[in-house]
């Protein structure tokens, strides 16, 4: 199916690894030239240069901390007249309300949500000057399914999807949809990662982390592809009518909770 995006520029944050990677290649897929920000310039280069090659299309990176200053004009100046913005950057830390202390609650926020929020506020200003554009955040399900070992990400994203669902309900009369997604575990190093240190807490062995795995919908989590090529058609005018809503990619997770 032609998504009808060939030729549009799609700004994406937090592309150099996990999903973001495949956003990029996803996009890249559909004949997207590119706009690719995240810390690390060795891997952004790395992943430019194999789009290029696979896809001919132009991509540019930019590698910067967005948290700092000047960060979010620096962003908005290297994305030009982007069509698409995709928000992606950053993981806010696992833990109980004691194990999260001030500081590292902040600096998680610091990124994802106020991250978002300031990306969106400087882009959505373009876009309506243009009176187009789609605005897609990558969230995660633990909005939903409030977590007591994962506090700082539970109030973050929930805070994101309000967000999210609040600039969306209207942003269609400035000719901009405003979206998120929320996938549950996904294939990549970090899942990987938060299994392990679950599987010691609640195991007392880390290398038990493929018990963890075995409850989930099809004893896996989802690739990154599946979620992926859900953003893009999004992206998509095949998707015009959409926006001030959240679509959850978590195989059932949140749908089968049960108060038996």
């Not at 095949?238 to 108060?259: L, Q």
Request: with cysteine; aromatic share 6%; proline share 2%.
């Amino acid at each position: 199916m032609d998504m009808k995006l060939a030729g549009k520029r799609a700004l994406i944050t937090g592309a150099s690894q996990g999903i973001g990677e495949g956003l990029a290649k996803a996009f890249a897929s559909e004949g997207c030239h590119l706009a690719l920000t995240a810390r690390s310039a060795d891997k952004l280069e790395t992943l430019a240069a194999s789009l290029r090659a696979a896809h001919g299309v132009r991509v540019d990176v930019l590698a910067l901390d967005m948290t700092g200053p000047g960060a979010i004009a620096d962003i908005v100046a290297f994305a030009g007249d982007a069509d698409i913005l995709v928000n992606n950057a950053g993981a806010i830390p696992g833990g109980t309300l004691w194990e999260i202390d001030e500081d590292a609650w902040r600096k998680g926020w610091e990124l994802k949500v106020f991250g978002y929020i300031n990306l969106t506020r400087a882009m959505y200003a373009q876009m309506k000057a243009r009176g187009v554009g789609v605005i897609l955040n990558n969230i995660g399900n633990g909005g939903q399914n409030f977590d007591f070992n994962y506090i700082a990400g539970s109030t973050g994203n929930a805070a994101l999807m309000a967000f999210t669902c609040a600039l969306g309900g209207r942003s269609l009369e400035d000719g901009i949809r405003v979206l998120g997604v929320n996938p549950g575990p996904v294939a990549t190093e970090r899942i990987g990662k938060v299994l392990r240190n679950h599987a010691a807490r609640l195991l007392g062995d880390e290398d038990r982390s493929g018990e963890l795995m075995a409850g989930y919908p099809l004893g896996r989590a989802a690739k990154v592809e599946e979620v992926a090529d859900l953003f893009v058609y999004l992206a998509s005018p095949r998707s015009g009518y959409t926006s001030g809503t959240i679509v959850t990619v978590d195989g059932g997770i949140t749908s089968k909770r049960s108060v038996a």
